[in-house]
């Protein structure tokens, strides 16, 4: 499974984006998909995660993002409302099982990143 993740951009706090996640193959429904994301200097961190269990989020993001997906179209969603400059990293998407979770060890294909920078 190959994955292309897009929208990320330079914005304002206070403003919004979508980023996308499109995958290869034919059962992308099966799957288990997440964002990570990644700022200088410090580790990739968990954001958010659909799976089969239902949606979760990291405490930073919770009430802000909204994680969603379209299986016609092969395709997972971040809604990012109200950022803010600590929101600022490398943004990841990743494909797991049905039940994966917040730890990257769950996931076994991640897209190359798309980079969300938000100025104060």
């Known amino acids: 499974v190959q994955l292309q993740a897009s929208g990320g951009g330079l914005v304002q706090a206070g403003d919004s984006l979508r980023l996308s996640c499109v995958a290869s193959?034919?059962?992308?429904?099966?799957?288990?998909m997440a964002w990570f994301r990644q700022a200088p200097g410090k580790e990739r961190e968990f954001v958010a995660v659909i799976n089969w269990s239902g949606k979760y989020y990291a405490e930073s993001v919770e009430g802000r993002f909204t994680i969603s997906r379209d299986n016609a179209k092969n395709t997972m969603y971040l809604q990012m409302n109200n950022l803010k400059p600590e929101d600022t990293a490398v943004y990841y998407c990743?494909?797991?099982?049905?039940?994966?979770?917040?730890?990257?060890?769950?996931?076994?294909?991640w897209g190359q990143g798309t980079l969300v920078t938000v100025s104060s």
């Open positions: 193959g034919r059962a992308f429904r099966n799957y288990g």
């Open positions: 990743a494909k797991g099982g049905a039940y994966s979770n917040r730890y990257p060890g769950s996931y076994d294909s």
